[in-house]
């Protein structure tokens, strides 16, 4: 959560500046936001055949939602020096505000096979819909495969054969 208030004042009785020349300057700004985030996943581990195989997958979803708020203004002409904030000013110079809001929502997925500890296979597959992508394509998916080959347990087991 994030909430923060700026108050600048320029005195118009500091002459050679051009607070001075502009009867006095006074900005306020404004910006408050929040973030949410909700994250779930469950993991599920198995082996069979006396340990030879191994299978673990996880699966979860995240959701975020996001807002944030920005006004900015800034005044000129102070009526009396005193008086500091912007709506004593008489002429407003600058003005601005912004909102915006996303979310994002995932889905994941992960599973790894290992034979022996000695091949291993991995895929995963990830989606997102985010109100940040274009309209036509709200949702991207993002998949990966690998396999990989551990040569220290055949190497192990080849000596551990020749031994006996």
Not at 8 to 33: H, L, M, N
Not at 128 to 148: E, M
């Amino acid at each position: 959560m994030l909430d923060v208030k700026e108050t600048q004042f320029e005195s118009p009785d500091i002459s050679g500046t051009y607070a001075a020349s502009a009867g006095g300057v006074v900005k306020r700004s404004y910006s408050a936001g929040n973030r949410y985030v909700f994250d779930n996943f469950f993991s599920w581990d198995r082996t069979w055949d006396g340990r030879h195989h191994a299978l673990t997958a996880t699966a979860g979803n995240s959701i975020e939602y996001t807002n944030n708020d920005l006004n900015f203004i800034r005044g000129e002409g102070l009526a009396d020096p005193k008086l500091t904030e912007v709506r004593n000013t008489t002429i407003p110079t600058v003005f601005d505000g912004t909102e915006s809001r996303s979310t994002l929502v995932s889905f994941f997925g992960r599973a790894n096979y290992s034979l022996n500890d000695t091949y291993l296979l991995s895929g995963s597959l990830r989606t997102d819909g985010s109100s940040r992508f274009g309209p036509d394509s709200r949702w991207g998916v993002f998949p990966a495969v690998s396999g990989a080959w551990v040569m220290t347990g055949i190497c192990s087991r080849s000596q551990a054969g020749s031994m006996n």
